[in-house]
């Protein structure tokens, strides 16, 4: 696959946008950066033909997670910022480092990005299948939808499931036993 | 004195923000049921759709202030749906079994749909994203915000 | 070298995301930073499945109504990744509900003074 | 030989068990618990003795149970091996019961029900190792006895008790135990690379094993090592011996029954089935470990004579008399040789009736005068002339006198030792016999023959190195009741026999002193000895005597 | 009938909690105890189905339920196998029992009921499913329940170890999530079976070789298993554990103990055998050292941190670290050369067994915590006057731990011992020696304090509510857990029985 410039520039900015939230000593910028960095991280899910992925991620990711870090910010306290960076703590550089190193170094073995003749895409049961059939086997065009609330529809009553979990778990947590 | 006047009196925002806020709100909220019942040929779902409804009253309580807008909406509803939800998601899938297939196969309910087989399946797949899906996430996304914001103070048995 | 990099330069970004996001979940000393880099060691797995199901020259999966094999993106990493994200801001919901009580209990927000105090007790 | 199905294994070990429960229930009434004691130990005794005839005449009487892991059962063999080791626990609990009333009423010991609920529970499990059936059947019971004979030994709750206790466990439960669980995995899995795996007793060892031990000798040896170890620990075999002398902080009844008979025999016990019905006296031949376990035994038994000798107080000199007469049961079977294995078999009841006299004695004066220390007990023989007169006779018998229990077993294993051209082995049992006597005389002479006055040191007996130090006691129950015994300023007073104890404890003492006397006049009337020619013929091959 | 309703009761077993999760939300205001009767009727149905279902599993053959009608690999499905339903019952049974646990000692509220409901709908989602990806989306929702049940104990230090969990918890489940995506790359496909298949060179991928040493492969078990290891709480990853046990509300640390770990370990299991197989160590037996290793060390170090603790819950917390290293270090013993039929068996049944000891031994604890405000190993001194029954169940279970006969402790370690000697591992029979001594110290040293300290010596704890907190149905707990310990320890040769058939499918095909 050929780089297009769009992509380095994302890519850019993606990591960039994360280097930040990293290393922001101030709570309220970090979460800002991270919004930032939610957004872009929706676009490149939308160069890499998942518009429902980057849908979900920018009101999800960019939207709840924002407000929710917003919230807590505004119930605690935002951290004293006297300085702008936090202080590099050079154990955890390591650590990071070295499994940054070891995932890299499996990437080589990947099949390359878009490549048709991944098994990834090409598992003529499983992937081509679902590109295949799924008009005639659920009704819908959208096969996104199709292998979430059919084929795998159980991941999704799992994943429903979650988010009602946490509902009540936050209940528990705030010794309440309603929603408000 | 009128409900809205009491969330008036307590909490004072500009006119323009007020302003758009209301006029703003139904166009979100339609917008998240949009999203809601187009899932199954363009990009969206249960999912999106019941965050953007959820978003609607994100929207409300920044404006109207929390208290007053969770008392609007009241935890009973969210409850409801967050509960009913589940219910309902559950309740598709068990249904499907006492008609004699599989967990969520709903291809059985051509049992009681007269409809070819791929489209009662996608009848199947909108009861539960619109239902299931989309109920439970607009209820607890609500919930959480309020839940958040109510916060946990000492009052509420915290031993020392 | 350098091809085999660009032929995979997204996975690349996945390996540098995931790092950073492991390095703010251990160093940060402030818990609502962890919570964020946690968060980032889920969005860089989320690009990773995304990416995988990517395919040359291909169109997002809305399909034919026809039972042809058309040339589209994988949707089942994709289904992976909506469900994983919305297990992820369930669980970050969770996380910083926590984080308001224990700073109603320790009256901090940095693990080393709530460990301190721990400590102490 | 036939086997034959019955409840009676399984009766015998449960009766004790019942029994527990009626002790603790009734706990407030010391009548009726200590009744329970006893009708426990002579139905124990009773059923044991039902099946006697049976396993004389072959029938070996067999309860299973439940596979316990795959094709293992937990099964109970009543044979004649281990009719020896039940008909002599529970024919002896029933004069233990008796006398453990009196000491511990003599005493107005505390916890006196869960002392006797853990006695009890204790003969349940030695009853469970004389009929195991199996390495895990017999492994269980082993864990068994190690976990309620605990509370016996930290019974007083001194901190030195504690500590007592904590060695005890950490010897036969971790050394002991894990040991032992070790070897029974290794024979396991020995046996289970030609067949299923078989780890149950055979009279004459395990058939499968001599085949896999063909393949690769090591890890037999090292199975067998583990097993005689384990089960080494509680014979209080050398180097792995120390808990013994300090469990003597235990009440005296425990130190008789247990750490006489029942605990210590069964890790005896346990090494003569290691070696006659695991391996079998070829197998371990050819292995060459028979050398080294006899080497172990011979070491024991002369090493801890000497440690006797310098012993003041009075149990611990017992104690260490116990390691060294034990090793003569391991030394006995060690050897191979009929008349050898004959001789330790035979040692264990002679032992037993002999030293839980010599320990029911040393709790008499206890009881009595709260004395001791050899070196307080000068003309003590006036005071308590019955119980050191029996004192007398069974520390004769200890050295070997004829006539007397032990002159017989050690006869046969001198014997045995010589004709398997091991006179080496032999020598160590005769260099320990005068030793006996070097530290069994010094007490009786104190006893009748010198008063607290005129009581001279025995400087190389008794003292360490300064012979003028004061003595120290090392232990034993002594200071648990803030008491210290010795003779009373005007010296002890003369009594008479039938005044000078209660005849809670003065009849056991009778009572044994005179079965010891019986098992050396008269071996061939005494039922032991035909049992253990029979486990002989069955084990090792015929007696030529 | 039997075999047409088992066809379903996978499904029913998963579905059934969390659909009566819903209902103490709605119908909490009735009445104050719904919560707790929604629970039990739904856990002892649940307990009826599973006994149901494991019956024709054991009678017939394994149950798959393709749900949605989709055959996998397109679809998910859910496997009752000679494995999973043993499982799926010590879920459903252990969750009705200690309902009987909290209905006097707490937590309550609706809230709790329904996210106790969720907690067990995730166990079984877990247990049961035959999907890689299905089986993250089920350990998250045990997960938030699981943390959430922490935090019900309204205390900072819960809040805390809460958020300890949730943070390496996630991590974890992140990890798991990386490796899944390697082997979806590698085979295009989630379905346990089929990914197994194909690893092996046919199933859907098809690709005609064999792929154990592919690079992708190897990295995606090393992910897969370190995700799973921080769930199971293996050094150095278990730091969360004590905190969670120890900060816990008594009932939950029953519950957490019980099965939580345990189902994590099952997982492991699960994925170690049915998906990657014997055949793939065999290529890579780098990967059999590595889980040998690692659940040695674990076994050590959370042995002697046990033997350094003072308060109770944390030390037996401890224990849990050390027995799960040595259940993980009999996977990695089955996976090595010599097929260790035994090491396999001894992982499973350790694990079945621990889970009984500890939910035992916890619920103990938290009985005597609520009589005699005990919860150190000082303050248990002399409890032995003050509490028997309790103290001589802690005891018993104390003594089971240790691995002493009879009991589910000793099974468990003998086949762990002796899959050692079999696969002739010696370090790791050693270590299960070693192990033993060390836990005998801790146990040892708490029996002491109960039964050998006198009254006169003993600090005097603190009675919190000065009444006894003690309720029939935490005693009822206790003994089941008693009794059970040590029937079990007689049935080892039948419980063999009960998992050879997952044993002997996996090791020879």
Redesign the interface.
């Given at each position: 696959m050929s780089v297009s410039l769009v992509e380095v520039s994302l890519a850019a900015f993606v990591i960039l946008a994360a280097i930040g939230t990293a290393i922001f000593r101030d709570v309220m910028a970090a979460i800002v950066v991270f919004a930032a960095y939610s957004l872009g991280m929706a676009v490149l899910y939308t160069l890499m033909l998942a518009p429902d992925v980057a849908m979900t991620e920018a009101a999800i990711g960019a939207g709840v997670t924002t407000i929710l870090l917003i919230v807590t910010i505004a119930k605690t306290n935002r951290s004293s910022a006297e300085e702008l960076i936090e202080v590099i703590h050079w154990p955890a550089v390591v650590v990071a480092g070295t499994f940054t190193a070891v995932v890299a170094w499996t990437v080589f073995e990947f099949p390359t990005i878009g490549s048709d003749e991944a098994i990834a895409w090409s598992n003529p049961s499983v992937t081509q299948h679902y590109l295949t059939y799924t008009y005639v086997e659920t009704g819908v065009t959208n096969a996104v939808t199709a292998v979430l609330a059919a084929y795998r529809g159980f991941d999704t009553f799992g994943e429903a499931v979650v988010v009602f979990a946490v509902g009540v778990a936050v209940l528990v947590v705030l010794d309440r036993e309603v929603f408000t | 004195m009128s409900e809205s006047e009491r969330v008036r009196q307590e909490y004072t925002q500009s006119p323009i923000i007020l302003t758009t806020a209301r006029i703003l709100a139904p166009f979100v909220l339609t917008y998240g049921l949009f999203i809601t019942f187009h899932g199954a040929d363009s990009p969206g779902g249960g999912f999106q759709g019941g965050v953007i409804i959820a978003t609607t009253v994100y929207l409300l309580a920044f404006t109207f202030g929390v208290e007053p807008t969770s008392t609007w909406v009241g935890h009973r509803s969210m409850a409801i749906l967050a509960a009913g939800g589940v219910i309902i998601f559950t309740g598709i899938g068990f249904a499907t079994m006492a008609l004699g297939g599989n967990f969520l196969e709903y291809a059985e309910f051509v049992a009681i749909l007269d409809l070819p087989e791929n489209e009662v399946v996608k009848w199947g797949m909108e009861a539960v994203e619109i239902g299931g899906i989309a109920a439970i996430i607009a209820g607890v996304v609500m919930a959480l915000v309020f839940l958040t914001a109510g916060g946990y103070g000492p009052e509420r048995g915290e031993e020392p | 070298m350098i091809e085999?990099v660009?032929?995979?330069?997204?996975?690349?970004?996945?390996?540098?995301?995931?790092?950073?996001?492991?390095?703010?979940?251990?160093?940060?000393p402030?818990?609502?930073?962890?919570?964020?880099?946690?968060?980032?060691?889920?969005?860089a797995?989320?690009?990773?499945?995304?990416?995988?199901?990517?395919?040359?020259?291909?169109?997002?999966?809305?399909?034919?109504?026809?039972?042809?094999?058309?040339?589209?993106?994988?949707?089942?990493?994709?289904?992976?990744?909506?469900?994983?994200?919305?297990?992820?801001?369930?669980?970050?919901?969770?996380?910083?509900?926590?984080?308001?009580?224990?700073?109603?209990?320790?009256e901090s927000?940095?693990e080393d003074v709530?460990q301190e105090v721990?400590r102490n007790? | 030989m036939s086997e034959v199905d019955s409840l009676r294994p399984l009766a015998v070990v449960l009766i004790s068990l019942v029994a527990v429960g009626l002790i603790i229930t009734s706990h407030r009434r010391p009548n009726v618990r200590e009744s329970w004691s006893v009708l426990a130990a002579v139905g124990k005794f009773a059923i044991v003795a039902s099946m006697l005839p049976g396993v004389r005449d072959g029938t070996v009487y067999v309860w299973r149970f439940e596979t316990i892991v795959p094709h293992v059962d937990l099964s109970l063999r009543a044979d004649p091996l281990g009719m020896l080791f039940a008909l002599l626990a529970s024919f002896l609990w029933i004069f233990t019961a008796f006398y453990a009333t009196g000491y511990m009423r003599g005493l107005d010991e505390h916890a006196q029900t869960r002392f006797f609920a853990a006695f009890a529970a204790s003969l349940s499990a030695a009853m469970g190792i004389a009929f195991a059936g199996n390495l895990i059947t017999i492994f269980l019971f082993y864990e068994m006895l190690s976990i309620v004979t605990y509370p016996l030994v930290a019974h007083d709750e001194t901190d030195e008790a504690r500590i007592a206790g904590r060695k005890y466990l950490a010897y036969t439960f971790l050394g002991g135990g894990v040991l032992l669980l070790a070897g029974t995995a290794l024979v396991y899995w020995l046996t289970m690379v030609h067949a299923d795996p078989s780890i149950a007793f055979q009279a004459g060892g395990i058939t499968e094993l001599v085949a896999a031990s063909d393949a690769d000798p090591w890890p037999a040896r090292i199975a067998f090592l583990a097993l005689a170890i384990g089960f080494g620990v509680k014979a209080a075999v050398m180097p792995v011996h120390a808990w013994l002398a300090d469990a003597m902080v235990a009440p005296t009844p425990v130190s008789g029954l247990l750490h006489a008979v029942a605990v210590v025999k069964s890790g005896a016990f346990g090494v003569a089935r290691v070696v006659l019905d695991v391996f079998g006296v070829d197998l371990v031949a050819d292995l060459g470990m028979d050398v080294v376990l006899a080497g172990m035994a011979a070491t024991t038994i002369v090493l801890a004579s000497f440690i006797a000798l310098r012993k003041n107080n009075l149990k611990r000199r017992l104690a260490y008399s116990t390691v060294s007469q034990l090793s003569y049961i391991v030394l006995g079977v060690a050897l191979l040789n009929p008349l050898a294995v004959l001789g330790g078999l035979l040692h264990m009841p002679a032992h037993a009736f002999m030293k839980l006299t010599l320990f029911f004695c040393a709790g008499a004066i206890h009881v009595e005068t709260h004395t001791d220390d050899i070196s307080d007990m000068a003309g003590i023989g006036r005071r308590m002339p019955l119980t050191m007169g029996a004192f007398a006779v069974a520390a004769a018998g200890m050295a070997g006198m004829p006539l007397l229990a032990g002159f017989v077993s050690k006869f046969y294993i001198v014997t045995g030792g010589i004709d398997a051209g091991m006179a080496i082995f032999a020598g160590a049992l005769i260099v320990s016999g005068v030793l006996n006597v070097a530290y069994f005389w010094p007490v009786v002479y104190t006893a009748f023959f010198e008063t607290p006055e005129r009581h001279d040191p025995k400087p190389i007996v008794e003292h360490d190195r300064a012979p003028f130090r004061h003595f120290v006691s090392d232990g034993g129950d002594a200071h648990h009741d803030g008491h210290h015994g010795g003779p009373p300023p005007g010296g002890w007073e003369a009594r008479s026999p039938l005044t000078e104890s209660t005849w809670f404890m003065l009849g056991p003492i009778a009572l044994l002193v005179t079965g010891a006397v019986i098992l050396g006049i008269l071996p061939g009337e005494a039922v032991f000895l035909d049992l253990v020619e029979q486990i002989v013929e069955g084990a090792v091959g015929g007696v030529d005597r | 009938m039997i075999d047409s309703f088992a066809e379903l009761a996978p499904a029913i077993l998963v579905g059934l909690p969390i659909l009566a999760a819903a209902f103490p939300l709605l119908l909490g205001r009735l009445w104050t105890r719904i919560g707790w009767w929604i629970s039990l009727v739904t856990t002892l149905a649940m307990t009826g189905i599973a006994a149901v279902l494991a019956y024709s599993v054991h009678v017939n053959d394994a149950v798959h339920h393709h749900l949605g009608g989709f055959a996998p690999p397109i679809g998910i499905e859910l496997v009752a196998d000679a494995l999973s339903v043993w499982f799926a019952f010590l879920i459903a049974a252990t969750a009705t029992v200690v309902l009987a646990y909290t209905y006097q000692g707490g937590p309550r509220g609706r809230a709790f009921s329904s996210v106790y409901l969720l907690l067990i709908g995730g166990l079984m989602g877990i247990a049961l499913t035959g999907d890689l990806f299905n089986l993250f989306v089920f350990l998250e929702i045990t997960g938030i329940a699981a943390y959430s049940l922490i935090a019900a104990r309204q205390h900072r230090d819960a809040a805390y170890a809460a958020l300890k969990y949730l943070i390496i918890g996630t991590v974890g489940a992140t990890l798991y999530l990386i490796g899944v995506a390697y082997l979806f790359m590698a085979t295009g496909s989630l379905n346990m079976v089929d990914v197994s298949a194909s690893l092996a060179g046919g199933g859907s991928a098809d690709i005609g070789v064999p792929l154990y040493d592919e690079m992708l492969v190897r990295a995606a078990f090393a992910f897969i298993f370190a995700g799973l290891a921080t769930k199971v709480a293996l050094f150095p990853v278990h730091s969360w554990q004590p905190d969670a046990y120890s900060e816990a509300p008594d009932a939950v640390t029953v519950i957490l103990s019980a099965l939580v770990s345990t189902v994590a370990a099952y997982a492991l299991i699960r994925v170690t055998f049915t998906v990657f197989t014997p055949a793939f160590f065999e290529v890579t037996p780098a990967a059999t050292t590595a889980i040998v290793t690692l659940g040695v060390v674990s076994a050590l170090v959370g042995s002697i941190l046990a033997v350094l603790q003072s308060r109770i819950k944390r030390m037996i917390a401890y224990s849990s670290v050390a027995q799960f290293g040595l259940v993980v270090a009999a996977i990695g013993v089955a996976t090595g050369p010599i097929p260790a039929e035994f090491a396999l068996a001894g992982a499973i049944i350790h694990l079945i067994g621990h889970a009984i000891m500890k939910g035992g031994i916890f619920a103990a604890a938290g009985a005597i915590a609520a009589s005699t405000g005990a919860r150190t190993v000082q303050e248990y001194a002399a409890l032995a006057r003050r509490r028997p029954g309790l103290a001589a169940c802690v005891a018993v279970l104390g003594f089971a731990l240790v691995g002493v006969p009879p009991s589910i402790g000793f099974i468990g370690k003998w086949y762990i011992a002796l899959g050692a000697v079999e696969s002739e591992m010696w370090l790791v029979a050693v270590v299960v020696f070693i192990s033993t001594l060390l836990t005998l110290g801790y146990v040892a040293r708490l029996l002491e304090r109960m039964y050998f300290i006198l009254p006169e010596d003993a600090p005097s704890a603190v009675v919190t509510d000065g009444g006894d907190g003690v309720s029939i149905g935490m005693l009822l707990v206790v003994v089941l857990a008693v009794a059970l310990t040590v029937v079990l320890g007689f049935l080892g040769g039948p419980l063999f029985e009960l998992v050879d058939p997952y044993i002997q499918e996996v090791l020879h095909g």
């Open positions: - | - | 085999a660009a032929d995979r330069l997204l996975y690349f970004v996945v390996a540098v995301l995931l790092g950073i996001g492991l390095y703010m979940t251990v160093a940060s402030n818990l609502v930073k962890k919570v964020i880099g946690v968060n980032l060691m889920q969005t797995v989320f690009l990773l499945f995304v990416t995988l199901a990517f395919v040359e020259g291909g169109s997002a999966p809305v399909v034919s109504q026809e039972a042809v094999a058309g040339r589209h993106a994988s949707p089942l990493p994709h289904v992976i990744v909506l469900t994983a994200i919305v297990v992820g801001v369930a669980v970050t919901a969770l996380a910083l509900v926590l984080i308001i009580r224990l700073y109603v209990g320790f927000l940095r709530i721990r007790d | - | -």
